[in-house]
């Protein structure tokens, strides 16, 4: 299988999903001559043209209203916002538009949208551009969330976000923009909803999605080599719809869960996770459920502790080893 | 300062009676038939006596929430409908009763929504400020004042992305023309030649503030040379005029993607809920003076009265089936049902309302 970035597995979803449907078009700041901020449309403006990529003005409530707008109508815009932050300007749009539409005309009707951009810290860009919304998305019913966190995973789940008939809300990382993968060249999709254990373990559970994902990963790798222990991590994925089941079945088998997330602890997915757990894995749980969130602050920007603010192998180590 | 209270800000200058409107000759007057004028009217009649009936309702506790009433509008949203061509949409904000009428909805299902029931046009969902019937090309019914003037903008791009030649009107208020959202909308229209005609229908107030105490510059139709977008303004309480300008602006967006700015006084005898004071804000002379010398139905009636199209038999025949019209609806909505509990969790996802379709996994509603 062909070796790939995260970055051009999501350039190829666009392609492949744009090929196929005339109905898709992308829409955002710098998506089409500029080749994207992040060079995740690049290449497309030159292969289907100006009506299927579109460039916009900086004008997000504006743009991304429109998209609500044009979905309503029955095409398929994929919205790019530069940086996930910007969706505060665009909100009213996001969540009473996009949201609330279907349940306000009675299911009469449907938004098939998708906003994607990146959505993390880490960058040293401070608190302005290093919002990570997907808990705040999530508390909306009526949006669906996901937030990939390898390159197969970005090209499969974007395939089925854009076949999607409900909003999507689409969250990447540039950090991982340019993480190899594995990814096929050919067409495939991952359901949306569906987690997966990205390793498998015995003695601990640790939970992630998006970026933390990579950090749990390199902290249960830690774990083995300088503790002797066998970490499970299971990537969400999708943040709504949520994939109980498959955490639910790891914290059977390991008997302990903790938490990682780049989000504020504050109600994060976390905070959901938590519940779920104790609600129906309480009998099987050896300790209490733990968390590793971002530290509780805005997004620092001092390089060296912002690295501090965010969840990173040795604060995940430390956690669990506090757990077992 | 002045000691002037309250302050009287009458939105525009005195219309000119529409007996006297030239808008009566331009062809999409002069070819009207005596049964469309008719039509016109009676459209308008049963707007009017259809809020009469809400407002009672509302005021015998019948139905909750907010009641924003159009009565003293109708010749705006009656006129601008009546010039849409085939493929041409509407999308218009919270005070939608008029609009959803004037296209041609069921008045029994938006009574039957406004009392919350599972035969209303949203299934109870919505309430008064979310109408919807996208079969007849009405998109809303929305809530957030301005918010959906980039949904216009979208649906306008979707037409011309498709290339079907239509165009979307898109309502808004005066009391919308300083959201952010709205000059976005207009970049964005007259950027990408969109074809939508935004229509601000000036009724003097956003809620209890007048025109001069919120929108600085010389008039909100104006700012449409900032975006370079075509700009008229006209006289909503002239159904003729509503009629021409809107027919005019609609082909110019349809024929030739030309995005426009058509601003439309008109006046508003309720307050801006019924709930809310009227007196702190305008005097009951000024809306009496509304009432007896620029009332559109009244206008109108003595148009088509003078045109030799309405007589006073037809007149009580007509408001007497609106009036009936009213009640039936009225006896609809009380004898319908509530929306099931249950209901409460559908509707919020395409896919869940559709499980033969359904791609995805894990759960989507939580406890």
Redesign the interface.
Known sequence: MPLITYREALNQALAEELERDPAV?LLGEEVGQFQGAYKVTEGLLARFGP?RV?D??I?E???????????????RPVVELMFWSFYSVAF??IL??AAN??????????V?LVIRGPANGGTNVGATHSHTPENVLASH??V?VVCPATAYDAKGLLK?AI????PVMFLENTVLYNDRGEVPADDY?I?????EVKRAGTDLTLVAHGRAVVNSLKAAQLLEAEHDLSVEVVDLR?I??????TVLASVRKTHRALLVEENKPFCGVGA?LAYLIQQQAFDDLDAPVQRVSALDAPAIYSPPLEKEQLPNPQRIMKAALAML | MTKKTPAADPPSEPAPAVRASPAALAPVNARLTGEERIALYRTMVRIRRFEERCLRAYQQGRIGGFLHLYIGQEAVAVGCCSVLGPEDQVITAYRDHGHAIAVGMNVNELMAELYGRATGCSKGKGGSMHFFDPARRFWGGHGIVGGQVPLGAGIAFALKYRGVQGACLTFLGDGAVNQGAVHESYNLAALWELPVVFVIENNGYSMGTSQRRSSAGPGLARRAEGYGLAWDTGNGHDLYEVREKTDRLLRLAREEHRPSLLEITTYRYRGHSVADPDSTYRTKEEIENYRRTKDPLSLIHDTLAAEGVLTEELAKEIDAAARAETERAVRFAEESPYPAPADILKDIYWEEDNPAHKQSRGRISFE
Do not use: C, H, I
């Open positions: 078009f009506k579109v916009t003005p004008s409530a504006g743009f991304v209203g429109l998209g609500v707008g044009a979905a309503m109508f029955g095409l009213d749009q009473n538009n539409v279907r349940y306000m005309s009675g299911g009469l009707v449907n098939p019913p009526g669906k089925s076949r999607d008939n409900d999709t359901p949306l909803g569906l987690a999708s709504r719809p949520l994939d109980e089941q959901q």
